[in-house]
């Protein structure tokens, strides 16, 4: 689950992610090929981000303009619906490593019930069903 590549540019953990845990097109990351994926994630505005790309950025901390409006936006978004904050995830991955940071994340994201993961956006452990939230 602990992949640096399956972390997105805006901070997402794809490995908890709904559109890469389900069985029937699985998406295969932010930074993994287009194929499969919804629109949304092709033309991302992060991913695809002009700054990013132009000055070969890991993640949106790295840039000048952090936080950006479009990362605030998708921030506020998770941290209401999904008691996740992408600003949080980077400042971490910043501040800690992205080492560390994915060892954090596989143990906030792992079911104490089965040991599978559970899902950012449904709160459920997609092993088990256990509802985490």
């Known amino acids: 689950m602990s992949d640096i590549l399956l972390v997105a540019p805006c901070g997402m953990n794809c490995c908890v992610c709904m559109a890469y845990l389900r069985e029937k097109n699985k998406c295969p990351g932010c930074r993994g090929t287009d194929v499969n994926k919804p629109f949304t994630r092709v033309k991302c505005k992060l991913k695809t981000c002009e700054i990013l790309t132009k000055n070969k950025l890991t993640f949106c901390v790295e840039c000048e303009k952090f936080p950006c409006d479009n990362?605030?936006?998708?921030?506020?978004?998770?941290?209401?619906?999904?008691?996740?904050?992408?600003?949080?995830?980077?400042?971490?991955?910043?501040?800690?490593?992205?080492?560390?940071f994915l060892i954090n994340e596989k143990i906030r994201w792992t079911c104490t019930e089965c040991?599978?993961?559970?899902?950012?956006?449904?709160g459920n452990c997609y092993n088990c069903g256990k509802k985490i939230w």
């Open 71 to 100: 990362l605030k936006h998708l921030d506020k978004r998770y941290s209401t619906k999904y008691h996740m904050s992408m600003i949080e995830n980077l400042e971490n991955i910043q501040k800690l490593g992205i080492g560390k």
């Open 115 to 122: 040991g599978g993961t559970i899902c950012v956006h449904t």
